[in-house]
């Protein structure tokens, strides 16, 4: 079950902690759409310094919603850098093309993956819940079953 009044507190606590208020108008929204796949999702308006972070409420894939806010937060916190940086994909490599591919899936890799990390240092070091969510990795197949089926190189 879903504790949205002590989210919503872990939420003040970040965007204050992150330094997105008072520049930024933030606030917490809940999902309660079953069918939506998502642990956590951001909308923002730049040019009116305007955010809303969404937290799945019905079926939330991570255990521990404070990483979940962090880890949106820092996208916020970013996007400027991530605005840039497809903005220079966009206008150097034709829309489809193998190099506007690589580049475009390159980056949005890149940036999830520098997010998580950034998010997994601030919460262990400032987080009330410093446990790591391992909700997605229990999604994955196991290192045998990647390899099930595949022929023998000899």
Same mark, same amino acid.
């Given at each position: ?8 507190? /872990?939420?003040?606590?970040? *965007?204050?902690?992150?330094?997105? *208020?008072? =520049?930024? =108008? ?11 796949? %998502?642990?956590? =999702?951001? %909308?923002?308006? !730049?040019?009116? %310094?305007?955010?809303?972070?969404? @937290? ?8 521990? #919603?404070?990483? *979940?806010?962090?880890?949106? /937060?820092?996208? @916020? &916190? ?9 903005? #220079? ?25 520098? *997010?998580?990390? /950034?998010?997994? !240092? ?14 997605? !990795? ?12 595949? &022929?023998?190189?000899?």
């Amino acid at each position: 079950m879903v504790d949205r009044q002590n989210t919503q507190r /872990l939420f003040e606590k970040w *965007v204050k902690k992150l330094r997105l *208020v008072p =520049d930024w =108008d933030i606030r917490l929204e809940w999902v309660e759409d079953s069918t939506w796949r %998502k642990t956590g =999702d951001f %909308k923002v308006d !730049c040019s009116d %310094k305007k955010a809303i972070v969404l @937290l799945n409420a019905v079926n939330p894939k991570q255990e521990n #919603l404070e990483e *979940v806010l962090v880890h949106e /937060l820092l996208h @916020l &916190k970013l996007y400027p850098l991530d605005q840039v940086t497809e903005s #220079l994909i966009q206008s150097n490599f034709e829309e489809g093309s193998n190099g506007y591919n690589l580049a475009y899936y390159a980056f949005f890799e890149t940036l999830e993956q520098t *997010v998580e990390e /950034l998010a997994k !240092c601030y919460l262990l070091e400032f987080g009330e819940n410093r446990e790591l969510s391992f909700g997605r !990795c229990r999604l994955q197949k196991s290192f045998t079953q990647m390899y099930d089926g595949l &022929k023998n190189i000899e």
